[in-house]
């Protein structure tokens, strides 16, 4: 964080699946301040556990407290803040009633589609595919509403708005209900052709037009600070309030993407590759995601490796039960990366599958386990017998494995040759990873100064909504500046090849284990 001054600001609010965010930006795109909370979630009040469902009152409560906090830190007037937005993770749905009462608060992990997925199926097949450029239906707003419909009749006759999570976030805000069109991408409900509600879908399952409102794009004005959400949170009363994206479409703009052809891979808790593309595409096998992008007539084409970023999580954790010691100038984070940098490339023939995948729609279901191989620790012939460095390397070579082939699979769909990578994300904080993606992929690996890229692609919209620059284009190139490239090695590319074929191998056999 840079040195506190008196503005003006722009106001980032992030709601992504492990925490909340809230972040002020300058004009130059600074962070000047920032504050994070932990998010949980509760088992549904139908009594099953494995459905999910989120405190909405206690999220909006958590978003006043960052933003009263945010001021504090910084000593900052109401008025230095010109302009809020708000980015969200993805497949996030609220159901509210007349009144605005919030019915249903679900986060992506809850399941509960999965019980009317094959009535989707059923009824449309591969046009609800080719429609909305989504699958598998289960994590769609669609498949939850329809669960309410058969599961929780009284509770859908009362549903009068479907929201997802940043329109929820606007509207606590703003009062206005609106509907931001990349995050209504992964509702089931919007056309990737056309950015509009699916009549088709809609009459499919006799859905009322009225649940749905207004579709706006990232960087539109959509309202201002109402006077009970300025009381709440220590804002002004009148100020802007202005369309994000999703967490992975914001993430790809503060990472510098931007213009058709290139890709970027926002490397957080999952991990999205994408192309962005000019054109809609759905993947002729069915096997990749098509979604709307942040700029006008702008899509991407995503290949999503799912856990990346948890699992490296889950290392730490696990060294940290098994009272690795670290100082207060190492973190385990840190110590990691130390370790695993000691080692060449392939880890001395330890290979991981751990997580990561190879995304194909159609199997969305499928759940590999995970593994490790190595050679024998006792053997009079094993070079190296495995330690902590061995098994943290060989799992992040395992994540850039994952973003290698799903690279090839956007490329190869997309009929695309990028020269470089933008990565954004925790991973991207990880200098030996973005040297070890860098080396596989055998592209440079562009890594911006502000990591946080959801955040910063929020604050881009809300520059260019209040006009301060004169689009998104120019916010971002004005915002959003390139702090590292990674160059490939040509030797550790070319060691990597084998690996990489070997890692494909043993990751196509997994399921049958």
């Known amino acids: 964080m840079r040195t506190k001054d008196d503005g003006p600001y722009l106001l980032s609010l992030d709601a992504g699946t492990g925490s909340v965010r809230g972040l002020l930006f300058d004009l130059q795109g600074n962070?000047?301040?920032?504050?994070?909370?932990?998010?949980?979630?509760?088992?549904?009040?139908?009594?099953?556990?494995?459905?999910?469902?989120?405190?909405?009152?206690?999220?909006?409560?958590?978003?006043?407290?960052?933003?009263?906090?945010?001021?504090?830190?910084?000593?900052?007037?109401?008025?230095?803040?010109?302009?809020?937005?708000?980015?969200?993770?993805?497949?996030?749905?609220?159901?509210?009633?007349?009144?605005?009462?919030?019915?249903?608060?679900?986060?992506?992990?809850?399941?509960?589609?999965?019980?009317?997925?094959?009535?989707?199926?059923?009824?449309?097949?591969v046009e609800y595919y080719r429609l909305t450029g989504q699958w598998p239906p289960l994590l769609s707003g669609l498949s939850k509403l329809l669960w309410f419909r058969q599961e929780a009749p009284e509770i859908f006759a009362r549903i009068r708005t479907v929201f997802m999570l940043d329109d929820w976030m606007s509207y606590q805000l703003s009062g206005e209900r609106t509907a931001e069109i990349t995050a209504a991408s992964g509702s089931g409900f919007v056309e990737l052709a056309t950015p509009k509600w699916s009549e088709g879908i809609l009459g499919a399952f006799d859905l009322d037009r009225d649940l749905f409102p207004p579709i706006v794009f990232p960087g539109q004005v959509i309202g201002a600070v109402h006077s009970r959400a300025a009381a709440e949170t220590g804002l002004k009363a009148g100020t802007p309030v202005v369309a994000g994206a999703a967490d992975t479409q914001c993430a790809l703009l503060g990472a510098g993407l931007w213009g058709p052809g290139r890709v970027g891979i926002a490397a957080g808790t999952t991990a999205p590759v994408c192309l962005w593309m000019d054109a809609p595409l759905v993947d002729p096998e069915e096997r990749l995601w098509s979604s709307w992008h942040v700029a006008p007539r702008s899509w991407l084409l995503e290949a999503n490796g799912q856990w990346s970023g948890s699992v490296v999580q889950w290392l730490r954790d696990f060294f940290s039960k098994a009272g690795v010691p670290t100082g207060p100038d190492l973190d385990l984070y840190r110590w990691m990366e130390q370790q695993a940098g000691r080692l060449?490339?392939?880890?001395?023939?330890?290979?991981?599958?751990?997580?990561?995948?190879?995304?194909?729609?159609?199997?969305?279901?499928?759940?590999?386990?995970?593994?490790?191989?190595?050679?024998?620790?006792?053997?009079?012939?094993?070079?190296?017998?495995?330690?902590?460095?061995?098994?943290?390397?060989?799992?992040?070579?395992?994540?850039?494995?994952?973003?290698?082939?799903?690279?090839?699979?956007?490329?190869?769909?997309?009929?695309?040759?990028?020269?470089?990578?933008?990565?954004?994300?925790?991973?991207?904080?990880?200098?030996?990873?973005?040297?070890?993606?860098?080396?596989?992929?055998?592209?440079?690996?562009?890594?911006?100064?502000?990591?946080?890229?959801?955040?910063?692609?929020?604050?881009?919209?809300?520059?260019?909504?209040?006009?301060?620059?004169?689009?998104?284009?120019?916010a971002q190139k004005s915002l959003v500046a390139t702090d590292r490239t990674y160059e490939p090695c040509p030797a550790h590319t070319e060691l990597y090849q084998p690996l990489y074929e070997r890692w494909c191998e043993v990751y196509e056999k997994l399921e049958g284990l």
Request: with cysteine.
């Open 31 to 125: 962070p000047v301040s920032s504050e994070i909370r932990g998010r949980s979630y509760q088992p549904d009040p139908s009594g099953e556990a494995f459905l999910h469902v989120f405190d909405a009152p206690g999220l909006w409560r958590t978003l006043c407290e960052l933003i009263g906090c945010l001021l504090r830190n910084t000593g900052a007037d109401p008025e230095s803040i010109l302009v809020v937005s708000a980015t969200c993770q993805r497949f996030s749905f609220l159901f509210l009633d007349d009144r605005g009462e919030v019915l249903y608060a679900g986060p992506n992990m809850d399941p509960r589609g999965i019980f009317t997925q094959a009535d989707i199926e059923a009824r449309m097949g």
């Open 344 to 474: 060449p490339p392939g880890a001395h023939d330890t290979l991981a599958c751990l997580g990561p995948v190879l995304m194909d729609a159609r199997q969305f279901h499928i759940v590999k386990p995970g593994i490790f191989l190595f050679p024998p620790p006792g053997h009079l012939l094993t070079e190296s017998p495995p330690g902590p460095g061995h098994l943290i390397r060989a799992a992040l070579e395992n994540i850039a494995f994952s973003m290698r082939g799903n690279l090839e699979r956007v490329s190869r769909a997309g009929a695309a040759n990028p020269d470089r990578l933008y990565l954004t994300g925790g991973l991207a904080k990880n200098r030996l990873f973005c040297q070890i993606l860098s080396d596989c992929a055998g592209l440079p690996v562009l890594v911006c100064s502000e990591t946080e890229g959801s955040a910063l692609g929020a604050a881009v919209c809300a520059a260019a909504g209040i006009r301060a620059f004169a689009d998104l284009a120019a």
